[in-house]
């Protein structure tokens, strides 16, 4: 098992972060000025992921969705580099970037998330559209505007039932479910939506569907995407404009190439204190990491990662004993659309349009903590933040009898035989 290191160099110790969403922001806000720390991505923006399907219907704005990356690695007092690691050389102890620059380090903290997985289904990559990042989503949302402004069907198709999927059938719904000619199926694998979660959620998921045209393929893979069609392991071919895949997340391929990992899409073992286990100034965190007992890959989750993993970068560069990793377990908001929203703890689920607020409020509260209001930038992405809900979630709600009636209703769904 890997252990503690032996500090060498008590004065500005290098630590670089590879990856800065969720777990590797927050491990770079934990961290102290005492070291020199490089927080290295691609990509200028930090983004809100668990709201992204609301890019589908309209009802968020990327803007909405973002916060500068530079801009928050400025106020922790470290540096923030801007490329594509193309290579991460544990033995040479060192980060490498695809233009060619190198970051040594005595600590690195890889807090990669995973990457779009079609599971080698031929045409996928070319025709089907990923549902992993603001742009992703962004380019859905267009995709589905242009097809509805042509007269005539409308046909939707989204491969995979879990979290993603149905989040974005919610959005599609909210957007266009009054249009006569629209179809929308959704593709899954298992034998329910949102596998490992309570029966009762599938069954009222297709309750609610149920005055729309929507079919649900359980138990189905898709076996070949075409540009106007797809193909199911059940021999039936369906029609689909828009296909959105939600259908999984795999671990990306420098995981392996750095050692981190023993296969192709593996994602990187790790001990209880979040330490890998092939090296010991390694620390894996968020999607990336495979824990002892694993868990979902949520965000709250990856928060809770990289503020124990900065807390065990600190103890390993002095010494100290590491502390392992105690996730703390919350209940899943899910919302389908405007239609109703889900509160799933254990095996109770709460069905309620009025958890949507619930809903909201957390990423009202989360982005101010991400991005405290004390400069003109921040306090004017608070005040974009609130008034886009008031006025694409709050006011349509206030305006519409339909929508009022919805917020009234509440009902709590177990497992049959739960106490």
């Given amino acids: 098992m890997a252990q503690p290191l032996n500090p060498s160099d008590q004065q500005r110790q290098r630590i670089v972060i590879v990856g800065a ?25 930090f983004e809100w992921l668990p709201n992204i399907h609301e890019l589908l219907s ?31 050389d544990v033995p040479a102890a ?14 690195c903290i890889v807090a990669l998330g995973g990457v779009n997985d079609t599971f080698g289904v031929p045409g996928a990559d070319r025709y089907a559209l990923p549902f992993k990042s603001v742009d992703q989503c962004h380019a859905i949302g267009r995709q589905l ?89 059940s021999g039936e071919t369906i029609p689909s404009d828009v296909t959105i895949w939600t259908g999984g997340a795999t671990a990306p391929a420098l995981l392996q190439a750095a050692g981190l990992a023993d296969r192709s899409k593996q994602w990187a073992p790790v001990t209880e204190t979040l330490q890998s ?10 999607d990336a990491a495979a824990l002892p007992r694993p868990i979902s890959k949520q965000a709250y989750y990856a928060i809770q990662m990289g503020t124990c993993a900065a807390d065990n970068v600190e103890r390993a560069l002095t010494g100290q004993p590491l ?11 899910l919302s389908l659309g405007d239609l109703d929203t889900f509160l799933v703890t254990g095996d109770t689920v709460i069905a309620a349009p009025a958890l949507a607020a619930l809903k909201e409020a957390v990423f009202q509260i989360t982005m ?37 009636g919805r917020v009234c209703r509440l009902s709590i769904l177990r497992r049959p035989g739960a106490a």
């Fill in 368 to 404: 101010p903590q991400v991005d405290p209001p004390t400069g003109v930038r921040a306090s004017q992405g608070l005040t974009a933040r609130f008034t886009t809900a008031a006025t694409n979630l709050a006011l349509p709600t206030v305006l519409s009898r339909e929508a009022l």
């Fill in 323 to 333: 502390r392992p990793f105690t996730p703390s377990a919350k209940p899943m908001l």
């Fill in 58 to 88: 309209g009802v968020r704005r990327p803007a909405i969705l973002r916060l500068s990356r530079p801009h928050l690695i400025a106020r922790t007092g470290h540096r923030f580099v801007r490329a594509t690691v193309a290579a991460i």
């Fill in 145 to 233: 505007a242009m097809r509805a402004r042509r007269p005539g069907r409308l046909s939707v198709v989204i491969v995979g039932g879990g979290l993603e999927g149905v989040e974005a059938l919610g959005e599609v719904l909210r957007r266009y479910r009054h249009r006569h000619e629209l179809t929308v199926r959704v593709i899954e694998g298992a034998p329910t939506l949102l596998p490992g979660a309570p029966p009762a959620l599938d069954a009222a998921i297709r309750a609610r569907c149920a005055p729309y045209h929507v079919r649900f393929h359980t138990r189905t893979l898709v076996t070949k995407v075409t540009k106007r069609r797809l193909f199911l392991n």
């Fill in 94 to 107: 060192k980060v490498i970037t695809a233009d060619g620059r190198d970051f040594g380090f005595d600590v």
């Fill in 277 to 286: 286990r092939r090296f010991d100034n390694v620390f894996v965190i968020g």
């Fill in 21 to 45: 969403n969720f777990a590797g922001l927050t491990a770079a806000q934990h961290l102290g000025g005492a070291h020199a720390v490089t927080v290295i991505d691609r990509s200028p923006w």
